[in-house]
């Protein structure tokens, strides 16, 4: 049985760095197109970004500077890292993981806009950005 379990978020001041964390069982992260997408109160999810199994990232657009996603492989754990924060970060984050969009070991071309719909995908966790 596969489990993404996503930890990390929290009230934080706008300007300030997050990391959250998404632990995997039943999968092998390294193995997979792994990717952290959002959604914010009243918006539709949106992806973030995407990691493949050679540690290829693929970013948003609004995502590029600020957000760096990673693999933690010895911990089969999924990163984001979030500087700068502001108060439109604001959104529950999710982590997903999808081995059918991978070609080559790369995630595809369009994978950080399906993150959303990946096969398998987490709990969330909160994030807010005060003023």
């Known amino acids: 049985q596969v489990q993404l379990v996503e930890s990390g978020g929290g009230s934080v001041q706008a300007g300030g760095s997050l990391i959250l964390s998404c632990a995997a069982s039943?999968?092998?992260?390294?193995?997979?197109?792994m990717g952290w997408f959002r959604q914010a109160p009243g918006k539709e999810r949106e992806g973030v970004a995407t990691i493949d199994s050679e540690g290829r990232t693929r970013y948003s657009d609004s995502a590029k500077g600020r957000f760096t996603i990673s693999e933690d492989n010895a911990k089969n754990t999924l990163l984001l890292r979030i500087d700068g924060l502001k108060p439109e970060d604001t959104a529950m984050y999710y982590c997903?993981?999808?081995?059918?969009?991978?070609?080559?070991?790369?995630?595809?071309?369009?994978?950080?806009?399906?993150?959303?719909?990946?096969?398998?995908r987490g709990q969330g966790t909160q994030v807010t950005v005060t003023s």
């Open positions: 039943g999968i092998t992260v390294s193995s997979y197109c």
């Open positions: 997903a993981a999808d081995r059918w969009r991978m070609f080559r070991g790369a995630c595809i071309s369009n994978s950080v806009d399906t993150s959303p719909r990946f096969r398998y």
